[in-house]
């Protein structure tokens, strides 16, 4: 388990909210030494717990409707094609740019969230798109309406 102290934690608040602010203006913030906060993002980098830094896309660019989409595989005559058919299926959502994410679920389920313009259109691509899939055993559509946290990781995965 990583170890962070209250100042790592209080550095990291501030740049997962606004990670473009100079090393001035977070130990303005947090009254410490800018020689400090640069010797500790520095510190955080190398340690791999700062990975990156990237934006999040505005309102304007992220889809209007989202879905959970959970899609369970038909368990194939031989056993043993059913690991290749599910990674196939995560290839092939991966592709499309109304899917946002994909991650396995169990043996053979797959979770996807997908967005959309409209939820019309959003259940037509999924309709059209991800139904149409061969030998699928479920496919469940979980609308949803309202992030209670997380709702930055959809401007985070859209795509441009």
């Known amino acids: 388990m990583v170890q962070l102290d209250d100042l790592d934690r209080a550095i990291l608040r501030i740049l997962k909210e606004d990670a473009r602010l100079t090393i001035s203006e977070i130990a303005e913030r947090l009254n410490r030494p800018e020689s400090t906060i640069h010797f500790r993002i520095k510190k955080l980098q190398e340690r791999g717990i700062i990975g990156k830094y990237t934006i999040v896309l505005g309102e304007d660019l ?3 409707a ?5 899609i369970q595989a038909e368990t194939p ?5 059913l690991e290749r058919y599910i990674r196939h299926i995560m290839k092939t959502l991966s592709l499309l740019p109304n899917v946002l994410t994909v991650a396995r679920s169990g043996k053979d389920g ?3 969230l997908v967005g959309e313009e ?5 259940n037509r691509f999924v309709d059209e798109t991800i139904k ?5 055993k479920r496919v469940e559509v979980i ?8 709702s930055g990781l959809v401007g985070f995965l859209v795509g441009v």
């Open 62 to 64: 992220q889809p209007k």
């Open 66 to 70: 989202l879905a959970i989409v959970y």
């Open 77 to 81: 005559i031989i056993e043993d094609f």
């Open 110 to 112: 797959v979770v996807a």
């Open 118 to 122: 409209s939820p019309e259109k959003l």
């Open 132 to 136: 149409v899939l061969p030998t699928l």
């Open 143 to 150: 609308p949803i309406d309202e992030f209670g946290k997380g």
